[in-house]
RNA sequence: GGGGGGUUUCCCGAGCGGUCAAAGGGGUCAGACUGUAAAUCUGAUGGCUAUUGCCUUCGCAGGUUCGAAUCCUGCACCCCCCA
């Protein structure tokens, strides 16, 4: 049996524990079960989970057995804490589709062959779907005081805001919430419950009930919630949420996002997300501090996550397109590949006899592309030298495209300035 | 109800009969520098064509004038003051 709780502690990933002074004892006595809560509010899940799911993924591996809930009932309801405002709830068909595909995900983070220790993954909906509401008030809602509910954070918080108010609906997740902790306790063993700090109060709601429902003490663990140096959120950009779905965030954008975590930060994010033993965390930092440009963290954080999330053939496809996205002249390439390189790219089709004769004028193409506004402001971004035809500079004004120029079968890439491409398909 | 001030290009804000596509700042976009960072510096920033122009733009609609963002009339909206 590893000793979690050290290796915890050392990534600061302990903010609370119900037992300070016995839980890592208990922890290394045997094997438990722990779970963590994962609300399925969309179709993926995002940066932000990865915390508990890589939690679970460290108990799993230190000997213990992770259980993943996702919230298919609670999720109908909506946890009030933590946010400010009354939620929307989702319908049940969404609810369906977002488990199934988050489960999917899950799969890569978590080992669910592994004999004892496999991870599990549970759906509190299928416990809570034939509850009766006469049923739950009688044998969980007796339990509940309502001074101590109102004392919670959650509930505190909302209440003292005045418009924002809370229903009854919200009020009552911490019930369900604690519930499912009794249910894993009866049906799986489970004794432990983990998750941000924020779930405190819920977390603390469930272990209550089941000292009063099943006179069992089980234990809570909460880590740190996650925020940047700048005080913002970690994994979210202008553009939105950094999503775990190749889909959603593709492989490379998820890649870059890591690469580019801010040298205040990344010490952590290794820490908190990666494998990476405090040896080698530690020699990160030595590198960082002395050689800064090297950015061997920001690299080593980004292969990892992405390894970890989207697999050895996601990590390979983002460093291809990093390659060619910072530097690299561009060769031939199939469509195929192009397609896969350049997935976020914008492109846009025009037909193929645009490029015989003649050809079609550099700046028309940079028009068409939509780098730039008008002909006017191609023209000023090529005497600027900011516009790229296949990663090489455009010298001409007055250069046009033809045939030659595609580097696959059908396309070929502009650029504008460091980062912005566009792809043009001639068919 | 009476009096006064305002509405300018993405934003703020100058301009008050020709030299106005319209100062300045911000933002944005490039370039240099650099660590795919921050800061800094440089250039660009209505459209079409080219280096000669043409077109559209200064709340909206008319008018005066060779010529208007600039003057006049009406309309819309905003702000302030007095009742």
């Known amino acids: 049996m590893q000793d979690i709780f050290a290796e915890l502690s050392w990534r600061g990933?302990?903010?609370q524990t119900t037992d300070?002074?016995?839980?890592?004892?208990?922890?290394?006595?045997?094997?438990?079960t722990v779970y963590a809560g994962f609300d399925p509010t969309a179709d993926s899940l995002h940066v932000g989970h990865l915390l508990p799911l890589s939690m679970l993924r460290r108990f799993q591996r230190a000997g213990h057995k992770p259980i993943a809930i996702v919230g298919g009932a609670t999720g109908m309801i909506g946890d009030p804490s933590g946010k400010s405002k009354e939620r929307n709830l989702l319908t049940r068909e969404q609810l369906i589709a977002n488990v199934e595909?988050?489960?999917?995900?899950?799969?890569?983070?978590?080992?669910?062959?592994?004999?004892?220790?496999s991870a599990v993954l549970v759906n509190n909906f299928d416990w809570m779907q034939n509850f009766s509401y006469l049923?739950?008030?009688?044998?969980?809602?007796?339990?509940?005081?309502?001074?101590?509910?109102?004392a919670k954070d959650s509930v505190k918080g909302r209440l003292e805001k005045t418009d924002a108010g809370m229903s009854y609906t919200e009020f009552s997740y911490m019930l369900l919430q604690a519930y499912d902790f009794v249910h894993l306790s009866k049906h799986h063993g489970c004794e432990l419950q983990i998750g941000g700090s924020d779930q405190w109060g819920n977390i603390t709601a469930g272990i209550d009930l089941a000292r009063r429902m099943l006179s069992v003490q089980l234990y809570g663990l909460t880590c740190p919630l996650l925020t940047k140096s700048d005080g913002t959120k970690m994994g979210k950009t202008e553009a939105g949420?950094?999503?775990?779905?190749?889909?959603?965030?593709?492989?490379?954008?998820?890649?870059?996002?890591?690469?580019?975590v801010g040298d205040d930060d990344v010490s952590n994010c290794l820490r908190v997300f990666t494998d990476l033993n405090q040896d080698d965390v530690e020699s990160l930092d030595k590198s960082r501090a002395e050689e800064p440009h090297k950015r061997e963290s920001q690299r080593r954080l980004a292969e990892e996550l992405t390894k970890l999330v989207h697999g050895d053939?996601?990590?390979?496809?983002?460093?291809?397109?990093?390659?060619?996205f910072f530097g690299q002249e561009i060769d031939q390439l199939s469509d195929a590949e192009l397609g896969e390189i350049f997935e976020d790219v914008p492109s846009k089709e025009l037909p193929r006899d645009r490029l015989s004769g003649d050809g079609l004028g550099i700046l028309d193409a940079f028009h068409e592309s939509g780098l730039a506004s008008s002909k006017g402001d191609a023209r000023r971004a090529v005497?600027?030298?900011?516009?790229?035809?296949?990663?090489?500079?455009v010298e001409d004004i007055g250069r046009?495209?033809?045939?030659?120029?595609?580097?696959?079968?059908?396309s070929l890439v502009l650029r504008r300035g460091k980062k912005k491409y566009a792809i043009l398909r001639f068919v």
């Not at 489960?103 to 983070?109: A, I, K, L, N, T």
């Not at 495209?401 to 595609?406: A, K, N, S, Y």
């Open 101 to 117: 595909s988050i489960e999917v995900q899950m799969r890569g983070v978590l080992d669910f062959e592994c004999g004892q220790t």
């Open 20 to 32: 300070d002074a016995n839980l890592q004892a208990w922890l290394m006595a045997q094997s438990r």
């Open 313 to 324: 053939s996601g990590l390979q496809r983002a460093q291809r397109a990093t390659q060619i």
């Open 13 to 15: 990933l302990i903010h």
């Open 400 to 410: 046009n495209l033809t045939v030659d120029d595609l580097i696959s079968e059908t």
């Open 241 to 260: 949420a950094i999503w775990l779905s190749p889909e959603r965030t593709s492989p490379y954008r998820f890649y870059q996002y890591w690469i580019n």
């Open 135 to 150: 049923d739950f008030l009688r044998d969980v809602g007796k339990n509940f005081p309502v001074n101590v509910m109102l």
């Open 383 to 393: 005497q600027e030298k900011g516009t790229y035809l296949n990663n090489a500079r």
